[in-house]
């Protein structure tokens, strides 16, 4: 049996701006919230290099002093850069291995373009198993023998702790 992919699992995929990565912080503070606080996928020469979330826009984008915006900053100053984007035949594997190095989101591509993004705790909400129907992480390990090592349950266990699950 082959392993679940990406496409399998019917992902809600998110509404999403993209910013380039050489616009100001204020753009991207603007853009992040005319979407509803969703993840900006950050473009350069027409390739997905990152995302910017509220989280790195605070930690990394906030003076110390008076908490403004430095407006010496670019959005490539403060993104979390993303070395792997997903299609539908990614595997599920995959898309844990990726989250477990911390990105805080995954630009979904289809055809060179990019089509949404799926956060961390998307995915978590489909893996986490509910009293009607066992989770998503549950049969992939069940059906195709996924064999997942212990950082990538850990980040797991983390992520949901993060999102309050």
């Known amino acids: 049996m082959r392993e679940q992919t990406v496409g399998?699992?019917?992902l809600p995929l998110k509404n999403f701006q993209e910013v380039l990565h050489s616009d100001s912080l204020r753009?991207?503070?603007?853009?992040?919230?005319?979407n509803h606080g969703l993840p900006l996928v950050v473009m350069r020469h027409g390739a997905a290099v990152g995302v910017v979330t509220e989280r790195e826009l605070?930690?990394?984008?906030?003076?110390?002093?008076?908490?403004?915006?430095s407006v010496s900053l670019h959005v490539s100053d403060v993104m979390a850069p993303v070395h792997v984007t997903i299609t539908e035949d990614t595997t599920l594997a995959e898309v844990l291995e990726a989250f477990a190095g911390g990105?805080?989101?995954?630009?979904?591509?289809?055809?060179?373009?990019v089509v949404?993004?799926?956060r961390a705790q998307d995915l978590v909400r489909l893996l986490?198993?509910?009293?009607?129907?066992?989770?998503?992480?549950?049969?992939?390990?069940?059906?195709?023998k996924v064999a997942l090592s212990s950082p990538i349950w850990?980040?797991?266990?983390?992520?949901?702790?993060?999102?309050?699950?």
Not at 128 to 144: H, K, S
């Open 103 to 113: 990105v805080p989101a995954l630009p979904m591509m289809r055809q060179g373009q």
């Open 8 to 10: 399998d699992l019917a």
């Open 58 to 69: 605070i930690l990394r984008g906030l003076q110390a002093e008076g908490a403004g915006l």
């Open 128 to 144: 986490a198993p509910n009293e009607a129907q066992p989770g998503i992480l549950d049969r992939a390990t069940t059906e195709t």
């Open 116 to 118: 949404g993004v799926i």
């Open 27 to 34: 753009h991207a503070a603007h853009a992040l919230r005319a």
């Open 154 to 165: 850990q980040e797991l266990l983390y992520m949901l702790a993060e999102a309050g699950i």
